[in-house]
């Protein structure tokens, strides 16, 4: 079975900062799908980003960018400037396709003006 | 398109009681999720479905029953309410396939006493 590990509970960033979360996970599957999402206070899960495992390069989406790195299965999100709005529970999960989306326990990100 | 939606927001149950979680997606998803959030463990599924009349065992499926008589509809039941069932709970639909972005309902807060 795939497990999900996000290794820091709790994080802060100043803001206009950067800061990175971590997330690793296991898998003996080849193609695969990442993704990080975003719960703010108002418990709405947004998506983040993603990542398709056999690309190479890693993903971006205006100032939220991954470290995907295959074969130590690690998939970090660094958040670039960050913003008061980017407080939020930060959710790792991995796709294999064909079953639900695992979760990691989740990062609660706090920015401080 | 209303996504996903689920009723109630709120509820307060007790101990022995029964009731149905409401969940309902118009985006013609075939997959279909209930997830349990608690503090400090991440979103653990329940039981998920691949399509109607299809439904299975998540992580932690014990004391709740699900049916999937239609692609719109994923009702999740309590049979029995118990306080380790206290919990905010998240209903979930995507296309079939990897990489498909997974769209999350609003999320109802349920204590059981």
């Known amino acids: 079975a795939q497990t999900v590990t996000q290794s820091q509970p709790e994080m802060s960033v100043q803001e206009a900062e950067t800061v990175t979360l971590s997330c690793t996970y296991d898998t003996s599957e080849n193609n695969y799908y990442l993704f990080w999402y975003k719960q703010p206070p108002s418990r709405q899960m947004i998506l983040v980003i993603r990542?398709?495992?056999?690309?190479?390069q890693n993903a971006t989406e205006n100032r939220f960018s991954v470290n995907f790195q295959k074969a130590a299965k690690s998939f970090s999100l660094k958040i670039s400037d960050s913003q008061l709005g980017d407080t939020a529970m930060y959710f790792c999960a991995f796709d294999p396709g064909n079953t639900p989306l695992v979760f990691g326990k989740g990062t609660r990100l706090s920015v401080i003006a | 398109n209303a996504g996903v939606t689920q009723t109630p927001k709120f509820q307060v149950l007790k101990t022995g009681q029964s009731m149905t979680l409401q969940c309902a997606q118009d985006?013609?998803?075939?997959?279909m999720s209930w997830y349990r959030q608690d503090p400090g463990m991440g979103l653990r599924l329940i039981h998920y479905s691949v399509g109607a009349g299809i439904t299975d065992q998540g992580e932690v499926p014990n004391g709740y029953n699900v049916s999937r008589s239609t692609t719109e509809d994923f009702p999740l039941r309590l049979l029995s309410a118990a306080p380790s069932q206290t919990s905010v709970y998240f209903c979930a639909s995507r296309p079939s396939g990897a990489g498909y972005e997974q769209y999350f309902g609003p999320g109802t807060r349920l204590t059981v006493t």
């Open positions: 985006m013609n998803h075939e997959y």
């Open positions: 990542q398709e495992a056999y690309k190479q």
